[in-house]
């Protein structure tokens, strides 16, 4: 198995997390086959396994093989979800341009990514797209819905580019801070955890939810299914986090709390703001699962707040 | 050879382009012709438009497709006019008069063709739809047994309106209706074409544009 891993150029406890990935899917798919064969109502069920299968199949493909091709991959999440951002706000006309601007800043992101060019990564965006999208809509002249278009325009670029290119980062930063499990393991780390606490949180809400956290926002959201979602999180990353990551068991446990405290708090913040548009998924990108902004908003917290602290803490 | 060529066309930087750059969002596909005679009737807002409608055909079913077309728009250059009748396969209508316009469509009706049609005549403002114009209707009084599907599409007029050369992606949305059957008169057939129109608009749910 090793000799596999190494002629994939993958390491070893990454190599290993993802066979048990694929070990938790074949899991999942016989449990939904048994279920369906007992006569019970799967379909939704199936459409998202399905999907699940597809979406762990690119990722471990495309992220963990070769890295060119891993910061493409990576961009590509982070452009087609500020696409269905942008397909889903009101839009000015005069704004055309602003908009290509904007995706146009996804492969520089990325770019700085790939470099590991921690200055220009943390400042393309928050300082020079911010101040250069506003400067644009002002030459075009039109000022009526100015101040709206900024607001909704930036925040846009930001929920969907800065904060989903953290996982670029701790991929293409993380080899020297990390060198058994590499990049990879920092972000395997971060994605499986963030992904398993929202199946866990939905499960746990499934199962005993019954207090409503935001019945506003997001009425499916219970303290049960938040608070049994971080508890699993924690044990799991507790678990995992040694193998993959420079933390030792009690880092990686608090680390797994965060991931998914922050990705709870992703996850109400988009749903707040479609409930604002008043539209129930972002796209239909992803079957069983509604867009691909559906699918990466708890990744839109937990991303950023997880790479700063693991910035903070062990970063040299 | 040019076939082929279109072939590629499509299979390639089409399908990129409308499936992977752009997005469309798509509802009631199994709806849209298997085997020709066809005719689709769409709302027209962009050049992406036509292209759009093929990408979402299977590659056999090209050499049927004929988006039906204004010659005087198309055929105005020399390299246009190739483009258009090759590569996109357009059917030309000549707008001026003279000849029986329906011909073309109704001779490439009986040899199998699925008809792409744009009643509103031009892509207009875009993102509103215009009045449908009669000509549909004498087509399918002519072949009152080929099936018409109505297709709504949205956002295209957002991705490249009509003038300007400026692409910006936006995910579209592309409405397939159920058939509509010709109802005996041009009349009452234009007032269900639009009826179906305005019911598959209704289904969706678009951001304010202005």
């Known amino acids: 198995m090793s000799a596999l891993a190494q002629w994939l150029n993958v390491p070893l406890p990454v190599f290993i997390a993802i066979l048990a990935v694929y070990g938790i899917l074949i899991f999942a798919s016989l449990f939904i086959r048994i279920l369906r064969a007992r006569g019970v109502e799967a379909g939704e069920l199936l459409a998202r396994t399905r999907s699940w299968w597809v979406m762990v199949s690119l990722f471990t493909v495309a992220v963990f093989l070769y890295r060119p091709a891993s910061a493409i991959f990576l961009g590509l999440i982070s452009y087609l979800a500020l696409k269905e951002y942008f397909s889903i706000i009101p839009t000015r006309k005069i704004d055309r341009v602003v908009v290509l601007l904007a995706y146009l800043a996804v492969p520089v992101q990325f770019w700085f990514a790939y470099r590991n060019d921690y200055g220009l990564f943390s400042v393309f965006i928050p300082v020079w797209m911010f101040l250069a999208l506003p400067t644009v809509m002002a030459i075009k002249g039109e000022t009526a819905g100015y101040l709206k278009s900024v607001g909704i325009m930036s925040w846009g670029l930001m929920m969907t580019v800065f904060t989903l290119s953290h996982m670029a980062y701790l991929l293409f930063s993380g080899d020297q801070v990390n060198p058994v499990a590499k990049g990879a393991g920092l972000l395997f780390f971060l994605v499986f955890v963030a992904q398993f606490n929202d199946v866990a949180q939905f499960t746990w809400g499934k199962l005993f939810g019954r207090h409503k956290i935001t019945p506003q926002v997001s009425p499916k959201k219970t303290w049960e299914g938040f608070l049994g979602g971080v508890a699993t999180s924690i044990v799991v990353a507790g678990l995992i986090g040694p193998f993959l990551t420079p933390m030792d068991w009690r880092w990686a446990a608090l680390s797994g709390g965060i991931i998914a405290v922050a990705g709870f708090l992703g996850d109400i913040t988009e749903s707040a703001f479609k409930r604002d548009l008043g539209v129930k998924d972002a796209g239909s990108l992803i079957p069983g699962h509604g867009g691909i902004l559906d699918r990466v908003d708890s990744l839109t917290y937990a991303a950023p707040v997880f790479t700063h602290f693991l910035r903070y803490f062990f970063y040299p | ?210």
């Open chain 2, 1 to 210: 050879m040019i076939a082929l060529l279109r072939r590629l066309f499509f299979a390639g930087p089409v399908r990129l382009l409308i499936l992977l750059i752009m997005g469309l969002n798509v509802r009631g596909r199994d709806r849209l012709p298997a085997s020709g005679p066809a005719i689709i009737v769409a709302n027209h807002n962009s050049h992406l438009d036509t292209l759009t409608l093929i990408s979402l055909m299977p590659p056999a079913l090209l050499p049927r497709l004929r988006p039906v077309a204004a010659l005087d728009y198309f055929l105005k250059n020399r390299v246009l006019a190739w483009f258009a009748l090759n590569i996109i396969g357009i059917l030309p209508i000549d707008r001026a008069g003279g000849a029986n316009p329906l011909t073309g469509s109704n001779r490439a009706l009986a040899e199998g063709s699925i008809l792409i049609l744009y009643p509103e005549g031009s892509r207009g403002l875009p993102e509103q739809r215009s009045a449908f114009k009669r000509g549909v209707a004498l087509l399918v009084k002519e072949n009152p047994a080929v099936p018409v599907i109505p297709v709504f599409m949205h956002g295209l007029g957002k991705a490249l309106p009509k003038g300007t050369k400026l692409f910006v992606p936006f995910v579209c949305d592309v409405f397939v209706g159920a058939p509509v059957p010709w109802t005996g008169d041009a009349r009452s057939y234009m007032a269900a074409l639009t009826a179906a129109m305005d019911g598959l608009e209704a289904e969706g749910h678009f951001p304010p544009w202005e």
